[in-house]
Nanobody, 122 residues
Framework: QLQPVESGGGLVQSGGSLRLSCTAA????????MGWFRRAPGKEREFVAA????????YYSDAVKGRFTVSRDNAKNAVYLQMNDLKPEDTAVYYC???????????????WGPGTQVTVSS
């Protein structure tokens, strides 16, 4: 069973930056698509960003486009989410998912990490 693990969350002031990391212990990490989601207090979990196996294909929600960047390092079995110009509404638990395709990441993610808390103060 795929079990990604997130790290890098914390408390940051509005306008600041954080970089989240996600690793997954799989033999062929380069063959998997990865995604980031978040759940704010009292809200449903929502899509944030996704990246294909080759890193050529990336997708972002409108809420984070232009501020967040998703990338991956297949040699380290890692995917990253660089978050710039953070806003209080970005406060949420951020989750990583590792799936066999971008379609599955976007439509039916199943393999979730435990999440990492990001809090943005105003």
């Amino acid at each position: 069973q795929l079990q990604p693990v997130e790290s890098g969350g914390g408390l940051v002031q509005s306008g600041g930056s954080l970089r989240l990391s996600c690793t997954a212990a799989v033999d062929t990490f380069k063959d998997y698509a990865m995604g980031w989601f978040r759940r704010a207090p009292g809200k449903e979990r929502e899509f944030v960003a996704a990246i294909g196996w080759s890193a050529i294909n990336t997708y972002y929600s409108d809420a984070v486009k232009g501020r967040f960047t998703v990338s991956r390092d297949n040699a380290k079995n890692a995917v990253y989410l660089q978050m710039n110009d953070l806003k209080p509404e970005d406060t949420a638990v951020y989750y990583c998912t590792v799936e066999t395709s971008l379609l599955r990441v976007r439509q039916a993610p199943q393999n979730w990490g435990p999440g990492t808390q990001v809090t943005v103060s105003s």
